[in-house]
């Protein structure tokens, strides 16, 4: 466990001072379309992420998924037309989403929103597309272009730990049914700053897709 951290840190640490590759240089574009206090519902443009799925219980599945998608953007990927390596700028927020599990039933196909598998993602800066991004050389990274979508969300700080992730996602839903909102997708995690931030400066997200 200790050892983890420590790979993560480090890794966090390499994304700040690597050359061409810097934290948080770029976001997710949207439009604010209602802010209520800490709360707000937002309309995100498209874009692309690299992610990669991870099983397991939520810090070690985060931790796993940031090396994997990190290693990715240092440069164990192949540039197209060339083959070689390219290094691809850090951008924020690091976002992982529960994964729901299909299980087969007589009647109906039901979801389970609860199962131990993860999706962690990378936002890809704006000046790629799917067809100019080096292609990961690892097989458990992917590339996927994002819809445009509607999300509800709720901003905090403090250490965003499964505990944290749990009460901010309930608090959100409840914002979401009070004002006749509807959900359409599961809570995802956004997290934007490196692990030695101090709790009460960081920034934390939950947002939630809406109809």
């Known amino acids: ?35 209520d206090r800490e709360f707000s519902v937002r309309q995100y443009r498209s874009f692309i992420v690299a992610e990669t799925f991870v099983a397991g219980q939520f810090e070690e599945a985060s931790s796993a998924g940031f090396r994997r998608l990190a290693d990715y953007i240092f440069g164990n990927n192949r540039k197209v037309g060339s083959g070689n390596a390219e290094k691809i700028a850090m951008t924020a927020p690091v976002t992982a989403e529960a994964v729901p599990e299909k299980i087969a039933m007589t009647a109906p196909v039901t979801m389970e929103a609860n199962g131990p598998r993860w999706r962690i993602h990378f936002m890809m800066p704006g000046h ?22 509607r999300f509800a969300v709720l901003r905090f700080s403090g ?11 309930a608090q959100l839903l409840d914002w979401v049914k009070e004002r006749g909102l509807r959900p359409a997708g599961t809570a995802q995690l956004a997290r934007y700053n490196p692990p030695w931030t101090p709790a009460e400066s960081r920034r934390n997200e939950v947002l939630l897709p809406i109809e």
């Open 1 to 35: 466990m200790i050892i983890r951290r420590l790979v993560s840190l480090l890794l966090s640490a390499l994304l700040l001072i690597a050359p061409g590759v810097a934290m948080a240089t770029e976001e997710p574009v949207f439009e604010q379309q209602l802010v």
């Open 128 to 149: 790629y597309s799917l067809e100019t991004l080096p292609r990961p050389v690892n097989p458990e990274v992917a590339l996927r272009q994002v819809p445009p979508a």
């Open 159 to 169: 250490v965003a730990d499964s505990r944290l992730f749990e009460e901010k996602s």
